[in-house]
C-alpha cells in the first residue's frame, strides 16, 4: 500500500515538493521500530548512567532523526555534537541519545519511563514526523506529546524542557497541514516549554546535505542540526 501511495503522490507533487516530501518520509523512516532497526531502545545498562547526578543530564528523546539512522554512529548524530560543542566551551553535561527510528509519539508516550529513570536537567523532544507521514489525527499527536511532558515535569519538576517542531507538506491537505503546523507552538504555550519551529531547517530537501540514497541526512547534514539546536540548549544552560 505505502509503494502504490508514494506513486499516487509522485504524480501529484511538483519535483521540489516531491523530493522534500520523499527527504522527510525516509529520514523519519517510516516502519515501526523492530529488533533489525539501527537505533533501539537503550538497555538498562547504558553506559553513564551510574553517574548522572555529578553533571547536567540532557536527555534527548525523538525518532531517527535523534538516533542518527544511517551514520556510521550516534557520535555523528546532532544529539553528540551538541554535547561536543558544550564540553568544548567547557561545560560539562551528559547526553543521552534516546532517539528511536521510526518511532511516533504514540511510541514515545509507550517507552518514556525508561529515560525517566535518570535526574534529567534538560528534556529534548523531537516527534511528530512519523505520526504525520501517517496521517495521524492531530488531537492525538498534540495530546501524546503533552503527556510526555507532563510524564517528564512528574518525575522532574526542576527539568528544563525543549520541544523541537515539525512541518508537514501540502499534499495532505490544508486542513490538516493547518493544524499539524500549529500543535507545536500550541503545547509550547499551554505547556509552557521552550519551542525550536522546524529542526530541518536549511537541511530538508537539500541533494547535498542527504546521504548517498538522497533521503537520509549526511554527517554534514547533522552538523547543521547541531547548529540549529545548540543555540537553545547554550540558553537553558
Not at 19 to 24: A, D, K, Q, R
Not at 143 to 162: D, H, W
Amino acid at each position: 500500500m505505502q509503494m502504490l501511495f508514494l506513486k499516487k503522490l509522485k504524480l501529484e507533487l511538483s519535483i521540489p515538493y516531491f523530493f522534500l516530501f520523499m527527504s522527510l518520509f525516509f529520514m523519519t523512516h517510516c516502519s515501526e521500530p523492530s529488533p533489525s532497526s539501527d537505533s533501539k531502545i537503550p538497555s538498562e545498562d547504558v553506559s553513564g548512567l551510574s553517574d548522572a547526578t555529578s553533571k547536567p543530564t540532557i536527555v534527548f528523546f525523538g525518532d531517527s532523526l535523534t538516533a542518527g539512522l544511517g551514520l556510521p554512529s550516534q557520535d555523528y548524530a546532532w544529539p553528540s555534537l551538541v554535547e561536543k560543542k558544550l564540553l568544548e566551551e567547557g561545560i560539562k553535561v551528559q547526553a543521552i541519545n534516546a532517539g528511536l527510528s521510526g518511532d511516533t509519539s504514540s511510541g514515545g508516550l509507550s517507552r518514556i519511563d525508561w529515560a525517566l529513570r535518570n535526574q534529567i536537567s534538560i528534556f529534548v523532544l523531537e516527534l511528530g514526523a512519523n505520526d504525520m507521514m501517517r496521517a495521524v489525527k492531530v488531537s492525538l499527536i498534540k495530546s501524546n506529546l503533552k503527556q510526555i511532558i507532563q510524564k517528564v515535569r512528574a518525575k522532574n519538576p526542576e527539568s528544563k524542557i525543549l520541544l523541537i517542531g515539525m512541518r508537514t507538506f501540502p499534499n495532505l491537505g490544508k486542513t490538516y497541514r493547518k493544524e499539524f503546523d500549529a500543535i507545536y507552538s500550541e503545547i509550547a504555550k499551554e505547556e509552557k516549554v521552550d519551542l525550536l519551529p522546524f529542526l530541518l531547517e536549511g537541511v530538508a530537501g537539500e541533494r547535498k546535505l542527504n546521504q548517498a540514497d538522497g533521503i537520509h541526512p549526511t554527517s554534514e547534514g547533522h552538523e547543521i542540526l547541531a547548529e540549529t539546536v545548540y543555540p537553545y540548549i547554550r540558553k537553558m544552560l
